[in-house]
């Protein structure tokens, strides 16, 4: 789960680390009430989950009470990358200039098996594009998931990515940074920019916190942080039934049996010559009903003009996955057509079930490929007659 | 023959008595495994469908020579069943369950890595651990540990496989299968970010087995697994292997399903492991079933 760059402060804050004065605002008048009570000048920051909020607009230096009050009006109701902002941080201003911007960060490294701790003095910018630009100057060190980050490794790594200032105080700001990752089940947590100012104190101006949510259950105090108007109606949805999904871009949709089927299908699909609407991964086990709103929520995806279905049935039954979507089409949610490659389990009589249905709307092919190039060939017709 | 498991392996199940565990061993016992003893904590003592139940590993260990584990705890205990079986002396642990917290799984692998290297230290056969988030694996008609539909696997075969994906090797299994060939063991590695068993630490027990003519590999973008598997095979395999990449046409940036299927600025991007398998003399299929082809030209060299 993403947290918004108020809560991951937050979380830091509890651990020790130093973080900017920051509030929360919903409307313009109390983007003013902060600025008064902090001083001017203050930024005023857009509260969304995605990345780019500084190009898009939705963070602003405002100088004066009355800036602040404009600049809260622009950023809130904005639209950044198809999200609503529908709250600001209010935070007091640095002057950016008088010191030096870092980054630090912490993700999980299938290579290390492990968290890895990444310092830069590239700080201030998109890590991805220091990492893709100019790799050396990212310094990575294993974190021992035992014992934790200890002092004078953080205070080795500051030296080499050639942070300046008071290293012992910069040094343990990544020691608490750490500790809330561990803590928290962080799958990411940055510091970007970590300032240092003339007195050589470190101080986080931006965070970004991301929570494991296979570890959700130990931390019920942040599942109330979740905010759903801010996620995509059907990831939501699908959320609720326990569905891997994503939304993408395309017009065919995607459903499997299984995170790597899945991903198999959406290169299938791009091979027939569409694209994918979106990866739904229906996990082992389903039974007809799971099949059914599985159907349901791909349906819902207006962009949708074909279902592509592929399931390799071990667990997973095969007369259940037909008797799923022959449910949708009885109940007439099913209106695109579903092409679909079922094998495995209960494969004979997932024919047999569909044979006796006899509609053009739900077919089933030997292959793969066979069943992707017809989803294909049917959803392009339809998004070209629709045009 | 085939590696890690075989007929003579004397399997133990944590969480037998649930839903998924007791399925499961009777599945594994229908494919011809020796099942021997359930583990839940509360239940020794018991008798479930014919099998001991013991309170703890070490008990069910010392009670009937059990050398492979295999576990359906829940995620919340599902690190702490790996430690408890590795420290019962349990040389082989598949984890199945999916879900467990990345934090759990950093420690339970680290300590399991060192009490392996101890083990082997003091001349023991050491500690695996293979997934969690996984298939488990299967020696054909000998063992199967683990969860893949048994019908693909009754007839022996010659060819290793190894996957990220359970449903990939069910896949992969049922095409060498109609093709004739068929597989020798299927390691299911899992999809899991952090994980006991890698592609590189599976290929020299295929490159050491007598029954082993050829390795398939199948990957997916996100992290260097393939990468470091690549690497492995160009200085040190004499067998040849062909691989497969799973979500070559992923968009950057989205994580699907597996938490290790995410592209990381330019580690794990697929070209970056076609171009290490390319280096490595390893052919890459571009389909699932061209991974036969490949097969079949690689042991006509």
């Known amino acids: ?387 | 023959m085939g590696i890690l498991v075989d007929k003579n392996s004397k399997v133990i199940v944590q969480g037998m008595t649930g839903r998924e565990g007791a399925s499961h061993s009777r599945a594994m016992k229908e494919f011809g495994t020796q099942v021997v003893a359930g583990v839940t904590p509360g239940k020794g003592g018991q008798d479930f469908e014919g099998w001991p139940v013991f309170n703890s590993v070490a008990e069910a260990k010392s009670a009937t020579g059990a050398n492979v584990s295999i576990i359906f705890v829940p995620p919340a205990g599902a690190a702490d069943a790996v430690l408890e079986a590795a420290h019962a002396g349990i040389p082989l642990i598949i984890l199945i369950t999916e879900g467990v917290p990345t934090v759990d799984m950093m420690r339970a692998v680290q300590e399991v890595k060192a009490l392996d290297e101890h083990s082997r230290a003091h001349g023991g056969e050491g500690v695996r651990l293979i997934g969690g988030n996984c298939p488990g694996l299967v020696t054909n008609a000998e063992a199967k540990v683990g969860i893949m539909p048994n019908k693909i696997y009754a007839t022996p075969g010659r060819i290793g496989l190894i996957s990220r994906s359970g449903t990939l090797t069910y896949e992969a299994a049922k095409l060498l299968n109609d093709a004739g060939m068929g597989t020798s063991t299927t390691v299911g590695i899992g999809g899991d970010p952090v994980i006991g068993t890698t592609f590189a630490d599976v290929l020299p027990l295929f490159e050491a087995d007598p029954d082993t003519d050829a390795v398939v590999v199948i990957g997916e973008i996100g992290g260097a697994d393939e990468e470091a598997a690549a690497e492995y095979i160009k200085t040190s395999m004499k067998k040849p292997v062909v691989a497969f990449i799973s979500g070559r046409s992923a968009p950057k940036g989205k994580r699907m399903g597996h938490a290790g299927a995410i592209i990381m600025g330019d580690v794990g991007t697929p070209e970056s492991k076609l171009a290490a398998f390319q280096a490595a003399n390893v052919p890459v299929a571009d389909t699932m079933p061209e991974i036969i082809d490949l097969v079949k030209q690689a042991l006509n060299k």
């Open chain 1, 1 to 387: 789960m993403k947290l918004h760059e108020y809560q991951g402060k937050d979380i830091l804050r509890q651990f020790g680390v130093n973080v900017q004065d920051g509030k929360v605002a919903r409307t313009p008048d109390e983007v003013r009430q902060v600025a008064r009570e902090y001083g001017q000048p203050v930024v005023v920051k857009a509260q969304v989950h995605v990345g780019g909020r500084g190009k898009a607009g939705g963070v602003k230096f405002s100088p004066t009470e009355d800036k602040a009050f404009e600049n809260g009006e622009k950023i809130l109701g904005m639209d950044i990358k198809g999200l609503t902002v529908n709250k600001v941080l209010v935070t007091r201003a640095v002057d950016i200039d008088a010191g030096t911007e870092y980054y630090v960060g912490m993700i999980v490294d299938r290579n290390v098996q492990s968290y890895t701790l990444m310092a830069s003095a590239e700080g201030g910018m998109e890590i991805e594009e220091v990492a893709a630009a100019t790799p050396e100057k990212i310094i990575k060190h294993r974190v021992d998931p035992v014992t934790g980050l200890r002092p004078y490794e953080a205070r080795d790594v500051a030296i080499k990515a050639g942070f300046k200032g008071n290293l012992n105080k910069i040094a343990d700001m990544m020691v608490k940074m750490s500790e809330a990752a561990f803590a928290r089940d962080a799958v990411l947590v940055e510091i970007n920019p970590l300032f240092v100012g003339p007195d050589g104190v470190p101080v986080a101006l931006d965070t970004k916190f991301e929570v494991d949510d296979n570890a959700m259950y130990r931390h019920r105090d942040l599942a109330d942080w979740r905010e759903l108007e801010a996620e995509h109606p059907l990831e939501i949805e699908a959320s609720k039934y326990g569905f891997a999904y994503v939304k993408l871009d395309g017009n065919v949709g995607v459903l499997g049996n299984g995170a790597g089927i899945v991903m198999t299908s959406l290169d299938v699909v791009n091979r027939a010559g569409a694209k994918p609407a979106n990866f739904l991964d229906i996990g082992g086990g389903a039974k007809a009903e799971i099949v059914y709103n599985a159907v349901k929520l791909v349906s819902k995806d207006t962009d949708v003009k074909a279902i592509f279905i592929n399931i390799f049935g071990g667990i997973t039954r095969a007369d259940e996955v037909a008797k799923g979507v022959i449910q949708a089409l009885n109940d007439g949610i099913l209106t695109k057509p579903v092409r679909m490659r079922i094998a495995g389990t209960a494969e004979d009589e997932a024919k047999a079930l569909l044979a006796e249905v006899n509609s053009p709307l739900i077919q089933m092919y030997p292959t793969m490929f066979e069943a992707a190039d017809e989803a294909a060939r049917e959803a392009n017709a339809a998004s070209q007659g629709s045009k």
